[in-house]
């Protein structure tokens, strides 16, 4: 099975920094993988997504990077802004099997501090 | 669009009684699935679907009842509400077809409460 587990249950920064949140997977198999982002009260909201035949993937202020051999992903947010305080999972998938099933990861949480 | 439609938004349940939580989806997608999140368990997949007509067992199904007669609507039932079952539910959709990998949509969730 697959198991996935975040490095940090917390991560607080000041605005303005950059944040690096942290993902280990377990299933070599994986070969998809995502970062959510969950506000207070909100259902988690799509970041960024990442396939195993990349090593690392940017978007606005975000990137991914992948790191197979050992079985880790991160998450990087250039320039914290305050409205970037939430929860953040990563999950992962095997489309070599049921590619329906995503793990998702406990969730680190990212204060802002102003 | 208005994405993935979660109701009811809160319900307070006695122990045994039944319910169904509401899912809709307006994007065409042929995927919708049901999970439950717990503090400290992240999310933990309950049923899922790939099309109308067919469901399937996710990680934690027992006590939950799901059928999908249309592509847009994914609902979930509680045959005999335990408090175990007090959570926040999430319902998802996704596109599937060619390409195989592709982010799950969520709603904002249905906050239950077994008492």
């Known amino acids: 099975g697959e198991s996935v587990g975040l490095h940090l249950p917390t991560l607080s920064v000041q605005e303005g920094d950059n944040s690096i949140i942290n993902c280990a997977y377990s299933?070599?198999?994986?070969?998809?993988f995502i970062w959510y982002k969950q506000e207070s009260g909100k259902g988690p909201q799509f970041i960024i997504d990442i396939r195993s035949n990349m090593d690392k993937r940017q978007g606005q202020r975000v990137t991914v990077l992948l790191n197979k051999t050992v079985k880790h992903l991160s998450l990087q947010i250039a320039a914290t802004q305050p409205g970037d305080s939430a929860v953040y999972f990563c999950a992962v998938s095997n489309s070599g099997g049921s590619n329906y099933k995503l793990t998702f990861g406990k969730g680190t949480l990212l204060t802002v501090n102003p | 669009n208005a994405g993935v439609t979660q109701t009811p938004k809160f319900q307070v349940l006695k122990t045994g009684q039944s319910m169904t939580l509401q899912c809709a989806q307006d994007?065409?997608?042929?995927?919708m699935s049901w999970y439950r999140q717990d503090p400290g368990m992240g999310l933990r997949l309950i049923h899922y679907?790939?099309?109308?007509?067919?469901?399937d067992q996710g990680e934690v199904p027992n006590g939950y009842n799901v059928s999908r007669s249309t592509t847009e609507d994914f609902p979930l039932r509680l045959l005999s509400a335990a408090p175990s079952q007090t959570s926040v539910y999430f319902c998802?959709?996704?596109?599937?077809?060619?390409?195989?990998?592709?982010?799950?949509?969520f709603g904002d969730g249905t906050r239950l409460s077994i008492l």
């Open positions: 998802a959709s996704r596109r599937t077809g060619s390409t195989r990998n592709q982010p799950q949509h």
């Open positions: 994007m065409n997608h042929e995927y």
């Open positions: 679907s790939v099309g109308a007509g067919i469901t």
């Open positions: 299933n070599s198999a994986s070969d998809y």
